[in-house]
């Protein structure tokens, strides 16, 4: 059998967003407790989002990166955010598809079908 590796959950986080903000702890409880791989794409005032994060769980400050677009409207068009509006979080394949995203608070539950939505494109539920 192939070891496929599983999908990533991608955040993207300002830390003007208080949604955002929010989210933070269930992110945390994510890779804690379900070993979920999380992404967080800072948008903006990288130095004040990384302290924001690392507050909540050192981890996940390592698992935030500076968007690649300097425009964060720009960011969130291109990850498939239709409005570019926070909150807004996407769960990737191993192969770079997104397989779904989510505008919107973000809950343990809706996170995990996010990432249950590339489980299902990588190993198709049995009939």
């Known amino acids: 059998m192939v070891h496929t590796p599983p999908p990533i959950l991608e955040v993207y986080y300002s830390p003007t967003c208080a949604p955002c903000r929010l989210e933070l702890p269930i992110l945390s409880e994510l890779v804690a407790k379900d070993g ?3 992404r967080i ?3 903006d005032q990288e130095a004040r989002a990384r302290h924001d ?3 909540v769980s050192p981890l996940l400050e390592r698992q935030a990166v500076r968007s690649a677009d300097p425009k964060p409207r720009a960011a969130l068009l291109a990850a498939g955010d239709a409005d570019a509006i926070l909150p807004f979080a996407r769960a990737i ?3 770079g598809v997104a397989c779904a ?3 919107g608070g973000l809950t343990l539950q809706r ?3 996010l990432i249950g939505a590339c489980r299902n ?3 198709p539920p049995k009939r």
Do not use: K
């Open 41 to 43: 794409v800072v948008l």
């Open 111 to 113: 996170a995990r079908m």
């Open 101 to 103: 995203t989510w505008r």
């Open 53 to 55: 994060i690392g507050e």
């Open 121 to 123: 494109l990588i190993s």
């Open 93 to 95: 394949s191993p192969a």
């Open 36 to 38: 979920t791989r999380v």
